[in-house]
């Protein structure tokens, strides 16, 4: 499945909240619109922008977790 990797915006009652996710490619889903992650309609995000598509299983999701030990960042 292609996804394409996109910055979300919405605000909040102190700022602004920022996420980047990779969504389906949609042709209805383009900067400007206002979408929801999840079937809670008062959840919604807009989207600012999108960048590079590619497909599901290339995207690294092991975070390093396949290096040794010694060679992980996390403490």
Do not use: C, Y
């Not at 690294?60 to 010694?70: A, D, F, I, M």
């Amino acid at each position: 499945m292609m996804v394409v990797q996109t910055k979300l915006t919405k605000p909040t009652p102190t700022g602004t909240a920022h996420l980047i996710a990779w969504l389906p490619v949609d042709p209805r889903v383009k900067p400007g619109s206002v979408i929801s992650l999840d079937k809670d309609d008062d959840n919604r995000w807009n989207v600012e922008a999108q960048f590079a598509t590619q497909d599901s299983d290339l995207i690294n999701t092991k975070w390093g977790l396949e290096l040794p030990k010694s060679q992980r960042t996390e403490r």
